[in-house]
């Protein structure tokens, strides 16, 4: 089985400052796929980033980058020149191969509260 | 164009009672994922389909819990002699094919409340 872990239950940064979720997973699986999440009040998620564990380079997206280290076991989410509108929960999560290699379900960390202060 | 879309939004059932949440993905979608998210916590993954298969169910926490894609479009999330540990927020995923690596759209979510 899997586990995600998220350490910080809670985040708070000033606008425009850049900002660190941790993310550190549990697995014996060789190849999977890592993403990040976000959640704002709205409840809906919203896929932020994502990871294939083979490829080495780390995933960007805009001001959204993450740090992989495959061999720790860590998947941390970089946020530059934060927004307010990137205040949300953010959930680390992990897929495994599933039949035939292709999709199964997430596994989720329990999230990060990150408030974005004016 | 339309994303997923979760019925009731909001379900207040008396402990024993059975419930039916409804899941629509979005047109076209092969795969459809359900997940439990109590209050708090982040998403736990309950049940797979593919099309109208369903290849893992292994995180349904019980047997009176059962989903159904017929038709390989909607889906249902039936809980029967629900209880208190039951109250949570069920979320919907689809994706647009069976790949690992595609992104999974989610719905809004139905709130059950078990009294």
């Known amino acids: 089985a899997q586990t995600v872990t998220q350490s910080q239950p809670e985040m708070s940064v000033q606008e425009a400052e850049t900002v660190t979720l941790s993310c550190t997973y549990d697995t014996s699986e060789s190849n999977y796929y890592l993403f990040w999440y976000k959640q704002p009040p709205s409840r809906q998620m919203i896929l932020v980033i994502r990871?294939?564990?083979?490829?080495?380079q780390n995933a960007t997206e805009n001001r959204f980058s993450v740090n992989f280290q495959k061999a720790a076991k860590s998947f941390s989410l970089k946020i530059s020149d934060s927004q307010l509108g990137d205040t949300a929960m953010y959930f680390c999560?992990?897929?495994?191969?599933?039949?035939?290699?292709?999709?199964?379900?997430?596994?989720f960390g329990k999230g990060t509260h990150l408030i974005i202060q004016p | 164009g339309a994303g997923v879309s979760q019925s009731p939004r909001y379900k207040v059932a008396k402990r024993g009672q059975d419930v039916a949440l409804r899941c629509d993905p979005i047109?076209?979608?092969?795969?459809l994922f359900w997940y439990q998210q109590a209050l708090g916590q982040g998403p736990e993954f309950l049940t797979y389909f593919q099309n109208e298969a369903q290849l893992d169910k292994s995180g349904l926490p019980s047997d009176r819990f059962f989903a159904e894609r017929p038709e390989g479009s909607v889906s249902t999330l039936k809980i029967q002699r629900t209880q208190q540990e039951d109250s949570a927020v069920y979320l919907c995923?689809?994706?647009?094919?069976?790949?690992?690596?595609?992104?999974?759209?989610f719905g809004p979510g139905t709130r059950l409340t078990v009294l």
């Open positions: 999560a992990f897929m495994k191969l599933g039949t035939g290699g292709g999709a199964d379900g997430l596994t």
């Open positions: 047109s076209g979608h092969v795969s």
């Open positions: 995923a689809s994706s647009l094919t069976s790949g690992a690596y595609n992104e999974q759209f």
């Open positions: 990871q294939e564990a083979y490829k080495q």
